[in-house]
């Protein structure tokens, strides 16, 4: 239970800047999820706020205080990082006890509440029978297990998860997202989990944070991320197909609103509309959810698009295309299913009206005041 203050936050490895001048809060038993492209700095995060490893520039702060000259144990945090770190030659019932044993919890914990703990983590995590094996004899899946068991035997005060359930079947990490939530609610730990599964983090935050080439987008609520992106990366990073990202101009026409792409006239209304209105001649994007498109016949006028397939899938009984429309790339989800080879031309109505505006410059939203 704690407050988490990063200030400032600077990080290089020679040549690599990861991160420059980045601010997070979080606040006391909040449930993180911080969501990014592979590389764009994350596990570097972690690393910094657990103790591994030090910023170039910039403080930590739990409950107001500065960790940056504590170790891990001092900053009383539990980890369970992509690469395991278990030790290979324990079993797994010596890597749980670990923790327990190490010097600044020495006589803490008595050898039979030792034991209870094991067994109960042991069991909640459905590693009883492997208790005995060695690091080396368990499967990905099993040491990811192992690993999240070890960060939580010490009910830390921050719990820091970097994806820590990535290798398990689909059936166990569902299970474990809501085992996680649940002991989460009874331990009330700061809890910042690194995912790449948005339908995770979209399930699991409190917080939601959006990072990008080690900066943060945005960090908010989930569904406010999910509904009210703040910048046109974060929009075309959730949703599933992805939200399309269109460069078009904005204008009028007749003194009607419009977003110009390849001479192609999209009509702009409501909020939209203002936007436009209010920035004519503009550079935007327009992000636009897979349901805006659909398909037209091949001489329909109106605001169709001209576009090449470059990819496409069946996903429970609907069909998903992307499309090239002059180097900018479409999403489409139809449940009404055409046959489709790559390089077809296809053409496909646009229909704004669910759309987001933003600044073709800067990528952040547009809003009409
Ligand atoms: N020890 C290191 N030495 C040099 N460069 C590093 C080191 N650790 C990380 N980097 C670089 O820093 C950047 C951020 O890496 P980081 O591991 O934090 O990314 P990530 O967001 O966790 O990615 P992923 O989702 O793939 O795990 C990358 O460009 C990476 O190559
Ligand atoms: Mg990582």
């Known amino acids: 239970m704690v407050d988490i203050t990063i200030s400032g936050l600077s990080k290089s490895f020679g040549r690599v800047n990861v991160f420059d001048g980045l601010d997070l ?11 990014g492209p592979s590389g764009c700095g994350k596990s570097t995060l972690m690393r910094i706020i657990s103790g591994l490893d030090s910023a170039d520039r910039g403080e930590i702060r739990f ?4 960790v940056d000259n504590l170790t891990c144990a001092q900053r009383d945090v539990g980890m369970a990082f992509q690469n395991y770190a278990l030790y290979p030659h324990l079993t797994v019932e010596g890597n749980l006890r670990f923790p327990l ?4 919890q020495k ?20 590693i009883t029978p492997l208790l005995h094996r060695t690091i080396n004899q368990l499967s990905g899946g099993q040491q990811q297990r ?3 068991g070890r960060s939580l035997i010490r009910h830390p005060k921050v719990l820091l998860l970097d994806e820590p359930v990535t290798h398990l079947d689909a059936r166990l990490r569902y299970a474990m997202r809501s085992e996680l939530k649940r002991i989460h609610n009874v331990m009330e730990t700061t809890t910042i989990h690194v995912t790449h599964d948005q339908q995770e983090a979209l399930a699991m935050a409190d917080l939601l944070v959006i ?4 900066r943060i987008d945005q960090a908010a609520p989930a569904m406010e991320v999910y509904g009210d992106p703040a910048t046109s990366f974060v929009a075309s990073f959730l949703g599933d197909p992805p939200r399309s990202l269109l460069e078009v101009e904005l204008g009028e026409t007749s003194g009607a609103p419009v977003a110009r792409i390849n001479g192609v006239e999209l009509k702009l209304s409501g909020k939209l509309g203002a936007v436009a209105n209010a920035a004519p001649g503009r550079n935007a994007i327009l992000a636009l959810p897979a349901r805006a498109f659909t398909a037209a016949q091949a001489d329909e006028p109106g605001a169709v698009l001209d576009g090449t397939v470059r990819a496409h899938e069946m996903i429970e009984g609907a069909q998903r295309i992307v499309l090239d429309v002059s180097g900018q790339k479409v999403n489409l989800h139809s449940s009404a ?3 489709v080879v790559i390089g077809d031309r296809l053409r496909v109505f646009a229909e704004a009206s ?14 009409a005041n």
């Not at 409950?63 to 500065?66: F, L, Q, Y």
């Not at 990072?211 to 080690?214: K, S």
């Open 107 to 126: 006589g803490r914990w008595t050898q039979q509440e030792m034991r209870a703990r094991i067994g109960e983590i042991a069991d909640l995590l459905q």
């Open 337 to 339: 299913i055409r046959h």
């Open 146 to 148: 192992v690993s999240l």
């Open 101 to 104: 044993q190490a010097p600044m």
């Open 25 to 35: 809060e979080v606040k006391d038993r909040t449930y993180v999820c911080l969501l």
């Open 63 to 66: 409950d107001g205080k500065n």
């Open 354 to 367: 669910d759309g987001m505006l933003f600044e073709g410059a800067t990528g952040l939203r547009l809003s």
């Open 211 to 214: 990072m990008r080439e080690g």
